[in-house]
């Protein structure tokens, strides 16, 4: 089967949070305001330079699924109830089937 792509219109923005609890907190609110359309969540351990030393946690990804219209109020969402004072913030547009594409529109409509 071949997909037709698209100008991408979608993007996967990743951030972590500290535990579980945040992390789900954080996606709820992202899901409830429609700045984005899934997160999914994954607890990972993490190995990072911080303030001059390598440091390790464990941590929980959330990979969050919006379209380019609500980028910008979701990443503001994020950096004003994120726990940590530099969130991770890394992003990307994507392509999708169209009709995983059509449900993203319709659910952040």
């Not at 992390?23 to 709820?28: H, R, V």
């Not at 990972?44 to 990979?63: D, N």
Request: hydrophobic content about 40%; overall charge neutral; aromatic content about 10%.
């Amino acid at each position: 089967m071949s997909e037709k792509l698209k100008h991408p219109n979608l993007l996967i923005v990743l951030t972590t949070e500290k535990d579980y609890k945040h992390a789900k907190d954080l996606a709820k609110s992202l899901l409830k305001k429609k700045y984005a359309a899934c997160v999914n969540l994954r607890e990972l351990q993490s190995l990072f330079w911080w303030e001059g030393e390598i440091q390790e946690s464990r941590e929980v990804q959330l990979i969050i699924k919006t379209s380019q219209i609500n980028f910008e109020r979701l990443i503001l969402e994020i950096k004003r109830l994120h726990t940590y004072n530099l969130p991770e913030l890394i992003f990307w547009s994507v392509s999708s089937e169209e009709n995983y594409e059509n449900w993203i529109k319709e659910v952040l409509d």
